[in-house]
């Protein structure tokens, strides 16, 4: 059973940096292109950044030049650097393939990140 799991939320202030983890299990993550994607109250889920099998990268416009994705395929994490802050950042932020059409797993419970001002 695939099991994704988010972690490394919290409370910073403006300009602030945080650094998410995501773990993934049950499945030969190395395969997967990851994405890391985010919700915020009363919006829709979008991504925030994508990583493909060879580490290539890509990030939404709102956040390019802030944030940082990598992955560790020998831990079965993906990762989101996260710099300068904003408020507009705040949201629940999840991991799972970079696919629309091809999910790795169910969404995990998601990690909170909440800037303030």
């Known amino acids: 059973q695939v099991r994704l799991v988010e972690s490394g939320g919290g409370l910073v202030q403006l300009g602030g940096s945080l650094r998410l983890s995501c773990a993934a299990s049950?499945?030969?993550?190395?395969?997967?292109?990851m994405g890391w994607y985010r919700q915020a109250p009363g919006k829709q889920r979008e991504v925030v950044a994508t990583?493909?099998?060879?580490?290539?990268?890509d990030y939404a416009d709102s956040v390019r030049g802030r944030f940082t994705i990598s992955r560790d395929n020998a831990k079965n994490a993906v990762y989101l650097q996260m710099n300068n802050l904003k408020p507009e950042d705040t949201a629940v932020y999840y991991c799972?393939?970079?696919?629309?059409?091809?999910?790795?797993?169910?969404w995990g419970q998601g990690t909170q990140v909440t800037v303030s001002s």
């Open positions: 799972n393939s970079a696919r629309a059409d091809l999910r790795i797993g169910p």
């Open positions: 049950g499945t030969i993550f190395s395969v997967w292109a």
């Open positions: 990583i493909s099998i060879r580490g290539i990268t």
